[in-house]
């Protein structure tokens, strides 16, 4: 979603789908609606499912897009390879965090097609393992783009440059327009359903605002924000506590399931201060950052790059140690260990098909306290970190 375009005065310019529909709520409720574009390109629910919290001020937030349709379903091969059972239960876990937020945001499922498939004119994605059996598990609104436009892709004028842009992974300004529509429409049903009687005895834009809000059983709060999560990004909330999650359904999924998870991200935006990664040791890695994507590379054999971080630690439970490192054609492998346990060290496979954030868990059964974790480079090839993570890992009943 990361596409060099400008989005022009007309509501229906050249826009992503999500600046179109706050213009459109703008308008609607005439009141000022404010977006969070949180996306990083090539980010997944798997990272999100970890990196949530420091990329999102949730206080402001009132709706959260989710868009992972697209690049979820290109890779759930990876999900597979990490053991998951289920390749759609990190946007689960992203909908149950989402869900027992203070602030009730409205989160809404937005579901663009699988660009690799659509050059193989198939019209497929996580939708059909992942968003409609969330959407009616959790009564969540889920937007797509398949139904209404996957026809069109037969259609003897058919041109792929109408749904693809020209960096071949992008969705066309034409398609975020129909997403936009899509949107739209299914917010001004929901508008409707509200009586004239209810409209008219409104006393300020402010009541017919939180009038809105409260028969839509959304939110609490004034409309003032939205944000947007996409299959580069993801929009989020402080994670589940004891007392909020006893009021959510059951996990749909049997899995082994991530809680409490912390995240030292180098990616934008970042909503939590002084949460970056602290550098303890460096050799020759680099730090590079391009549009909100950020990391640590090197292409140098034996290069060495630690960071140091905390386990805050839970009752019952050692954590876990994760890394996302980003993933090319041409990139290498590192060793990643933690402390001075080098007997335990892991080994980190960066070289995929794809570009994209992938999520590798490098130590387990970690005690409580600060700890470093060291990442060195055993190729003459590229090797990018983005973040350090922590968690822990239950059996969810079901």
Not at 344 to 361: D, G, I
Request: hydrophobic share 40%.
């Amino acid at each position: 979603m990361s596409i060099d375009r400008s989005c022009t005065d007309n509501i229906f310019g050249k826009c992503m789908y999500a600046e179109t529909f706050v213009r459109w709520l703008g308008l609607m409720t005439e009141s000022e609606v404010e977006l969070h574009n949180v996306a990083i390109e090539s980010g997944n629910s798997d990272y999100y499912s970890w990196c949530l919290q420091p990329h999102l001020d949730v206080q402001d937030m009132d709706i959260i897009l989710i868009e992972f349709a697209g690049v979820d379903y290109d890779n759930q091969n990876i999900y597979t390879r990490n053991n998951y059972i289920e390749p759609g239960r990190p946007l689960e876990e992203i909908t149950r965090q989402i869900l027992v937020a203070p602030n009730k945001p409205f989160p809404m499922y937005i579901n663009f097609p699988s660009v690799r498939e659509i050059r193989n004119k198939n019209c497929i994605n996580s939708e059909y393992y992942a968003q409609k059996l969330l959407a009616r598990h959790y009564d969540i609104s889920s937007v797509s783009w398949v139904v209404p436009f996957c026809p069109k892709l037969w259609h003897p004028k058919f041109l792929m440059s109408d749904v693809i842009e020209m960096d071949g992974v992008s969705p066309t300004a034409q398609v975020h327009k129909q997403m936009a529509l899509l949107l739209i429409n299914n917010f001004r049903k929901r508008l409707l359903k509200m009586t004239e009687n209810e409209i008219r005895q409104a006393q300020s834009d402010t009541v017919f605002v939180k009038k809105m809000i409260t028969d839509l059983a959304t939110y609490q709060a004034k409309n003032t924000g939205a944000a947007m999560v996409t299959n580069h990004t993801v929009a989020m909330v402080n994670l589940t506590n004891d007392k909020d999650s006893k009021s959510l359904k059951k996990p749909l999924f049997k899995d082994t399931w991530l809680t409490s998870p912390q995240c030292w991200p180098t990616s934008k935006p970042q909503y939590i201060q002084d949460h970056s990664l602290t550098m303890h040791g460096n050799t020759s890695w680099r730090y590079t950052e391009f549009d909100s994507r950020a990391w640590w590379e090197t292409e140098q054999k034996n290069d060495q790059i630690s960071f140091s971080f905390h386990v805050d630690g839970k009752a019952n439970h050692t954590a876990i140690v994760a890394i996302t490192r980003v993933s090319c054609v041409t990139c290498g492998q590192a060793i990643v260990w933690i402390d001075n346990d080098f007997t335990s060290s892991t080994l980190v496979q960066a070289k995929h098909p794809n570009y994209v954030y992938m999520v590798e868990e490098v130590a387990k059964n970690v005690a409580t306290g600060y700890h470093v974790i060291t990442i060195k480079n055993m190729e003459y090839k590229l090797f990018q970190v983005t973040a350090v993570m922590v968690g822990y890992k239950e059996i969810m009943p079901v």
